[in-house]
């Protein structure tokens, strides 16, 4: 039994004569958390918030987009639904959903006691608060919320009310909070490694989440300069993107896709870092191809900055702009295939079980490729030239961002949820989660291939007759979908933070590997003080 | 401070929306030729060579990732079925391989090139606008079309393209009732082109970023203010084909449809003369004095085709629209004053500039709002203070 852990949890630390502070109790624990277990918690909380808020504001828009005409809301307002669902999404929903899961899993799985810096670390999480609280509360300023759609392309947004401004400082802060948490997380696995775990022993969800940071750290500042000349066109006289003063309205388009894409990454990468550790655990065997996985990765994060104009291939550019992005962009296809070989090859052979966590992960593998082909067809250009700003696009980046990184985020909750929280969620209950999120989820969205392929354009609050019936269904399935996460708050969430549930052993699982399982469940508040010591392979932790 | 909502019983549209499409309401809708079919599932053929290629283009990328989608995941899912723990299944023990990770590697890369060089030819044609025997700028305003005749047959031709007002209405109404086939995409005067004939767009835009697309043609342009970008069509049936703006223009994005209509080279003669005499027919001079109720079914002509989308047809608006109904600035004395936001637009282009209008419209509508609703002015404008205005 190893002598490194701390079996007292956070209540009692009366032997401990290394550390002589009190365990904070009430909101201050919260407030002023440095703990990386309650951080990840406040991040994760935080998140889901988020996701029902953007989720009230896309059953708004297929609300209104059930039938022809307009029945719930003026154009203008539908636009700003479309904006801040984008928005709210991305920024407040699934980015720091991730940095919710590095901040649990990243020391627990490297053996380390903490993050590197704590303290930046609770600044980095309370930073979202006011920039959530302006970005929603944008509705309620004159004029309402910004309505130039998520990527607020200029010089519609310089046509923008006050909220825009309330919305551009909104993500300048989060992204000091992203650019902060990055720097944190590289630290951290750079330099807090038990002795022993080299990279090349380290998990995959630590390795993805490393290239992940760096990719926030180079590109963030990119839209923070994109947003700022925004900014400074719009009240300060400047004209990078008003031609009438000089300006390029498609510059903006670069500075921003130069970030988006990367971007687009970053929302991806560590969810295949977690579904390379769900689906060892439940084949029973170890991931194939290991260091190709690693290879592949670091690819498809370098290719990421070379893409961008794909979205952008109506813009005008020569064509030979056009030819080099298509290139760039198939190319990122081999990669990320590369990829579902080697989970495929991973469960080949294996002996495998299908709890829920593993039902989400194999999930994953199957809706997000199909996301992925849709995106190898958006990449040829002459294709896209007839699919740029349809439905089609929208169908693609749901299928990658809800089936991929939310399944993802889904299956690594149910994975690591005992380790959380010390109890068991009910089987049943995440089946029924899985499917009935899985076929919502597609009545939802393949409907969106067709009427992109129809040629019906996005962020239009009506449309003309002959796109109809699949709007209805897309609404229908929405609401199911909607549903089914209510559903996942209150009956597998919930009962396991108030505790309730099976106790959960040490390791639920009986393949998993990992330094996360060498400590109990529910995890103590602090673990690894020491640095463990580990056998020659990094997954366990001896004497 | 005029409420955002529809209306206020918005949970009452909510059941009456759902109760209409479970009551079976169909709205008896077709296709339309040249525009979407009803649940059509693929891109349009077209009747360009341009567009047959995309689409045979991409019927091949979904056959290819098709077959490679059924591949691997059978492999998947025969795995799931074998090789389960409930089966008895063992684990196997490997975890590695280099030739593999090669050869899986190779093989994705052979096979985009291969994808990558049908798609090259097309895309380097599509580029291809040189030559051309018609040649159309394109203006995208906020929220309508121009098309000026530059080169070619009809040159000098210039008009604007609007979305017709009753489908406007329509919409805001809920789209009940006999809608027809081609809502939202019918317009008041449509581009005109030959069929056989490189038709050359140059497009750019007057305020902010739309784009012109027609899927029938396989075309799609971006619009961009102050500067011009351009594309080709080559149309090969006659026909009339639709197409929407592509990209966020503000809040009637969904509202600036294009209609093109495509003539024999006869029948675009024929056309273009008539045109002609029109224009010439319209010219109106700027130095007239009209009378008031001549200029005011003018002005209500003008202000239904383009202010009563915003302004409502009670003058009332809707939300940040302000009423023009009551309004001081139209009551005013001093015509500079609605006759400078008239012209040069208000509030960062939420209410856009009208410049492009002739002087007797905007003289015709600013003294139709002065005299109408609950306004009684009893105030003219003369079309010669508009161009004073348009001077300074």
Excluded at chain 1, 417 to 445: C, D, Q
Excluded at chain 2, 261 to 284: F, G, H, P
Aim: aromatic share 14%.
């Amino acid at each position: 039994m190893s002598a490194v852990l701390d079996p007292h949890g956070h209540a009692g630390h009366a032997h401990d004569d290394h550390h002589d502070h009190h365990a904070p109790t009430g909101w201050r624990r919260w407030v002023f958390a440095t703990n990386h277990k309650d951080i990840g918690t406040l991040y994760l909380l935080f998140s889901f918030t988020m996701l029902m808020v953007g989720g009230v504001l896309a059953l708004l828009i297929r609300a209104e987009l059930f039938q022809p005409g307009l029945q719930i809301v003026n154009p203008e307002l539908f636009n700003q639904f479309t904006t801040m669902h984008g928005l709210i999404m991305v920024f407040g929903a699934i980015m720091p959903a991730f940095v919710g899961f590095a901040n649990w899993m990243i020391p627990l799985q490297i053996g380390a006691s903490d993050m590197a810096f704590a303290r930046m670390n609770n600044f980095s999480f309370w930073l979202l608060i006011p920039a959530a609280i302006m970005l929603v509360g944008s509705f309620f300023m004159p004029g309402g919320a910004p309505a130039a759609g998520w990527t607020l392309y200029a010089p519609l947004t310089l046509q923008m009310g006050p909220s825009m401004d309330a919305g551009i400082f909104a993500m300048h802060i989060m992204g000091a909070s992203s650019i902060m948490g990055s720097i944190n997380i590289i630290v951290t696995i750079l330099n807090m490694r038990a002795p022993g775990m080299t990279l090349m022993k380290m998990p995959m969800f630590c390795w993805t989440w490393l290239i992940t940071a760096y990719l926030l750290i180079a590109v963030m500042p990119v839209l923070a300069g994109a947003i700022t000349m925004t900014l400074t066109d719009r009240h300060f006289g400047t004209h990078f993107f008003n031609p009438a003063g000089g300006g390029d309205p498609v510059m903006y388009q670069h500075i921003f896709w130069f970030f988006g894409h990367p971007e687009v990454y970053i929302m991806i990468l560590p969810a295949f870092g977690i579904v390379s550790q769900i689906v060892p655990a439940f084949a029973r065997k170890k991931l194939f191809g290991y260091a190709s996985m690693v290879y592949a990765t670091s690819s498809i994060a370098i290719l990421s900055f070379i893409v961008w104009a794909h979205h952008m291939f109506t813009t005008g550019m020569p064509v030979t702009g056009q030819l080099f992005f298509m290139y760039a962009t198939m190319l990122i296809a081999v990669p990320t295939a590369v990829k579902i070989f080697n989970w495929v090859a991973t469960m080949w052979q294996g002996s495998m079980t299908f709890e829920t966590p593993m039902l989400f992960a194999v999930g994953f593998i199957f809706v997000f490729t199909m996301g992925g082909f849709t995106g190898l067809i958006l990449a040829v250009a002459p294709i896209d030239i007839q699919l740029q700003d349809t439905y089609y696009v929208v169908a693609h980046f749901h299928y990658v961002l809800v089936a991929g990184s939310l399944y993802a985020m889904f299956a690594g909750v149910y994975y690591w949820l005992p380790k959380w929280t010390g109890v068991m969620y009910s089987e049943a209950r995440g089946k029924l989660h899985f499917w009935w999120s899985l076929i919502s989820f597609n009545i939802t969205f393949f409907p969106m291939h067709f009427l992109g392929l129809a040629g019906m354009p996005r962020r239009y609050a009506d449309y003309p007759m002959q796109f109809a019936d699949f709007n209805a269904i897309a609404t229908i399935g929405a609401f199911g979908f909607g549903i089914a996460q209510v559903y996942f708050f209150l009956f597998i969430v919930l009962p396991a933070m108030r505790g309730k549930g099976e106790p959960a052993p040490q390791k639920p699982w009986e393949a998993a590997e990992g330094l996360e399982w060498e400590v109990p469940s529910p995890a103590p508040f602090h673990t690894f003080e020491n640095p463990p010591r580990l056998d020659p392979t990094a997954t366990k932790v001896i004497g | 401070m005029k409420s955002n909502w529809r209306n206020k019983y918005k949970p009452a549209n909510l059941l009456l929306a759902a109760g209409a499409a479970f009551s079976g309401a169909a709205h008896a809708v077709n296709d339309l030729p040249g525009g979407p079919a009803v649940r059509q599932l693929n891109l349009p053929v077209g009747v360009t060579r341009i567009a047959e290629e995309q689409y045979f283009l991409h019927w091949a990328l979904m056959i290819l990732c098709t077959v490679i989608f059924v591949g691997v995941f059978s492999v998947m899912f025969y795995s799931i079925w074998k090789h389960r723990k409930s089966v008895g299944h063992k684990a196997a023990n490997f975890h590695e391989s280099v030739v593999v990770e090669v050869v899986w590697t190779v093989i994705p890369f052979i096979i985009v090139i291969l994808m990558a060089l049908p798609a090259t030819k097309i895309l380097v044609a599509q580029k291809d606008t040189t030559n051309a025997d018609l040649t159309i700028k394109v203006t995208g305003y906020q929220w309508k079309w121009g098309y000026d005749y530059i080169n070619g047959e009809g040159e000098g031709l210039a008009f604007i393209s609007t979305l017709d007002s009753s489908h406007r209405a329509m919409s805001d109404a809920g789209a009940k009732g006999d809608i027809p086939n081609d809502y939202l995409l019918k317009v008041d005067n449509p581009l005109v082109v030959p069929e056989k004939q490189k038709i050359r767009i140059i497009t750019t835009a007057n305020d902010v970023i739309h784009a012109f697309a027609v899927p029938q043609f396989g075309i799609k342009q971006d619009a961009i203010p102050g500067f011009v970008r351009d594309t080709w069509f080559r149309a090969e049936r006659t026909g009339d084909f639709y197409g929407q703006c592509q990209e966020l223009c503000g809040k009637e994005h969904a509202y600036m449809p294009i209609h093109v209509k495509v003539v024999s080279a006869e029948d675009y003669t024929a056309w273009v003369d008539v045109k002609r005499k029109e224009a010439a027919a319209k010219q109106d001079d700027p130095n007239k004095v009209w009378q008031l109720p001549d200029l005011l079914a003018r002005g209500e002509r003008v202000y239904a085709a383009n202010c009563a989308a915003c302004h409502q047809a009670n003058g009332k608006g809707a939300g940040p629209i302000k009423p023009l109904d009551g309004s001081a600035v139209v009551l005013d004395n001093d015509h500079s004053k609605q006759l400078h936001i008239l012209l040069n637009g208000q509030n960062n282009g939420a209410m856009p500039a009208w410049r492009q209008l002739s002087d007797t419209d905007l003289a015709a509508v600013a003294t139709y709002t002065k005299n109408s609703w609950s306004n009684k002015t009893g105030q003219i404008i003369q079309p010669a203070e508009v161009v004073a205005e348009r001077g300074k």
